[in-house]
């Protein structure tokens, strides 16, 4: 079975930095893609930033230029670095993994939800 944990969310004033975290543990042959999504209060789930295997990214454009991806495949880890925070980034953020099996089926997995909250 494979496990999703994350950590780092907190409360931050605005245009301050936190950094998040999530490691994948359990059986895993290969994780392809990894995305952080966020859940602000009555809102639905978005996708905020993914990283490929290769280590390509996009970015949602609400936090291009302020939110960083990246991930160490030694560690099973993908990271979400955020500067500059706003009051609108407020959320329950997610983590997400694409791990595929050795015959190459692939299985979406996610984390637990870490709350991230911007506020003077």
């Known amino acids: 079975q494979v496990q999703l944990v994350e950590s780092g969310g907190g409360l931050v004033q605005p245009g301050g930095s936190l950094r998040l975290s999530c490691a994948a543990s359990g059986i895993i042959f290969r994780i392809n893609a990894m995305s952080w999504y966020r859940q602000a209060p009555g809102k639905e789930r978005v996708l905020v930033a993914v990283i490929t295997s290769g280590g390509g990214t996009n970015y949602v454009d609400s936090v291009k230029g302020r939110f960083t991806i990246s991930r160490d495949n030694a560690k099973n880890t993908v990271y979400l670095q955020m500067n500059s925070l706003k009051p609108e980034d407020t959320a329950v953020y997610y983590c997400?993994?694409?791990?595929?099996?050795?015959?190459?089926?692939?299985?979406?997995?996610w984390g637990q939800g870490t709350q991230v909250t911007v506020s003077s």
């Open positions: 997400n993994a694409e791990i595929a099996n050795p015959l190459n089926d692939e299985y979406d997995y």
